[in-house]
């Protein structure tokens, strides 16, 4: 039971910790955890555990049982037996969490339609036939890539409310060839020359899908700004 409420606990926290910062007032940041007194630091984690189990059962459809709940938050505090079989309660949280991530796909997708149809009209923006759009910051004058070929690229990307989820900014650039990376990639890269930086807003079909990864959910429409900076005919060695 521990292993995969640490799973659920891992996918559930997607779209809690991309809005962590939402309801503070501009320009402040939360304070450190290691500065809080142990209630300070115990009310928040009290809180937060709240609205995390709170929006997972909205998200699910399941109007939580308040008394259930609480009962067993005390069986554990006081050391006594669940009252229900690990291999019961494995079989419906695995439902649990996937009404969970059936809703996040869902509302993931709408909300990246409706933002690359409302950038599809800025006049900047072109698409392409599989639905990739792009925006050209700074054109290049070098080679463009095969869908074989090594590229070197800086790169910082984010999703459609502007939430960092990785960059190489300030440190190295990244090295792969076009033929292991999401389909969105592949494409956008042969489109650009050595030395080009484009903007890429990638549909979720393009990107990571129904199934996300580590860090990025189900039918994310993802943005990228890539800066060509080196292509190799070939593979890696």
Request: hydrophobic content about 40%; glycine content about 8%.
């Amino acid at each position: 039971m521990t292993r995969l409420l640490a799973a659920l606990a891992v996918l559930v926290a997607l779209p809690f910790a991309a809005n962590a910062q939402d309801t503070l007032p501009p320009g402040q940041s939360p304070a450190p955890a290691e500065n809080l007194t142990p209630e300070q630091f115990s009310q928040i984690v009290s809180y937060s555990l709240g609205r995390s189990i709170g929006q997972d059962a909205k998200m699910a459809g399941v109007k939580l049982d308040m008394r259930a709940l609480q009962t067993g938050i005390n069986e554990v505090e006081a050391g006594k037996p669940a009252q229900r079989s690990d291999e019961e309660m494995n079989q419906v949280m695995m439902v649990f969490a996937m009404r969970i991530q059936k809703q996040m796909a869902a509302d993931n997708l709408k909300a990246g339609q409706e933002f690359l149809a409302k950038n599809a009209k800025d006049p900047a923006v072109k698409s392409t036939a599989s639905g990739l759009q792009y925006k050209v910051l700074k054109p290049g004058t070098g080679k463009s890539p095969k869908a074989t070929s090594v590229v070197v690229c800086h790169y910082h990307g984010t999703f459609i409310n502007g939430a960092v989820f990785d960059s190489t900014q300030g440190g190295q650039p990244a090295q792969f060839p076009l033929n292991r990376v999401i389909p969105g990639w592949t494409e956008a890269l042969q489109l650009m020359k050595e030395g080009a930086k484009y903007r890429i807003f990638v549909p979720s079909n393009l990107a990571y899908g129904e199934n996300g990864r580590d860090g990025i959910g189900p039918n994310e429409t993802l943005i990228f700004d890539i800066e060509l900076l080196k292509v190799a005919d070939g593979q890696l060695p």
